[in-house]
């Protein structure tokens, strides 16, 4: 899912009306399809019943801690700690 | 129990001109007796063969007459004995009108035909019900017979034939729907009229051979219109209609929804005014009739079918009478529970048409005075 791209999605709406919207909240599945909310790891089609496992996710300061399996993200000078 | 009957055939009981010539106007009853060739009116055919005995009940022949054309007869084999509460007339020659090239005659042959229906049958037996029939060639036309007729009490349905020239939920039809909810009329469609005149072929690959092909391909065409008016938003844009198909299968409903869900969790985005699963607009406001009921192997199987199907809300129980292939009310089904089977041949009909119990004491005792036998 980390390989999905970030996007928003076209909301529903009105027969024959398309509205984007949502940018950069939603992650697509790179298989299928599916859109997911980043935040919550929730489908956009059925939220309550089908989402993916989510982590607590911390930005923390920069330690040099072997114990730690590290990603190369972007961030503003400190680490991105997940919390699994 | 009694019981509502949701296609059943009523016919013409000598030439369709003579009976149909006083409703049709002058100028068009005048066109066909100069001018159509063969000296009766023409509709055009699909060129198959049918059923034995001309394609109906080797019984259901009356003095004079073809099948389906004798009231007295129809009482006998069909609203007596098996206590129909109501039965749906959806007629049979006329059904055909969508495919003619010339949208004006067939309007005009439309109109003549509910008016026939309204005055030789409605009005002669009070379980009676009938469906107006419309020309969909041109949509206005369609939607001002709704309004002429579709108030009348007697009137339950619209319908077309499953040949068509565009998928049912295009938006070419959607006034037609408008007219529907407005007189809370289901949109109803009867097999027929596939790959004739105006009509596009039967099927993708073309008409196949025979009559026995042309029964099984029919799903087909029924697939096309129900994924048409889902994905158009035809559900969403008029959330109080219901669509009725007739005669073309049931069995195939639910693996063709478990692939539709599957595919519009991906898809969704494409069509974003389909905001639910497509299976659940389905539940809500599709209805199949029951004839030629599926017989799987084995026959218990047919359970898993129904209920995969939401059979307690979308199958409405028909004999297609008198037909050859006619399903009798009593040994159609297998043996089912008593709440399922009050669904299938009553309680979902009486809802999906808006009509009331004609016998109030049946609301209150639901199993009182079964007249129907469990058959197997």
Known sequence: LCLGRIKGTILPGAPYEYVYGRDQEIIRCPWHGWEFEIATGRTYFNPHRIRVRTYEVTVEPAVDDVRLETFDVTTEGDLVVLHA | MPIIDCDVHNRFKGRILDELGPYLPRAFRENIEEFAETGAMPLPSAGYLNGSNLGYRADSWPASGPPGSDLDLMRAQLLDVYNVEYAILLGQELRIVGALPDADYAAALASAYNDYLIERWLSQDPRLKGAVLIAPQDV???????????????????????????????????????ACEAFGLPFGLHTGSEGVGINLSLTVAGSVSYYVENRQVRPQGYMTHLTSLIFEGVFEKFPRLRVVFAEGGYAWLAPFLWRLDADWRALRRQTPWVKRPPSEYVWEHVRFTSQPLEEPEPPSALLDVLAWNHADRTLV???????????????????????????IFYDNALELFGLSPRRPAHAG???EGTGIVHGH
């Open chain 2, 317 to 343: 129980f028909s004999s297609d009478y008198a037909h050859w292939d006619f399903d009798s009310p009593v040994d159609a089904f297998p043996r089912l529970p008593d709440p399922l089977r009050r669904r």
């Open chain 2, 140 to 178: 206005r036309a369609a939607v001002k017979e709704i309004e002429r007729v579709g108030g009348h009490p007697d009137m339950v349905e619209v319908l077309v034939s499953n040949g068509a020239r565009l998928p049912y939920g295009n938006r070419y039809y959607h006034p037609i729907f408008e």
């Open chain 2, 365 to 367: 005792r639901p199993t």
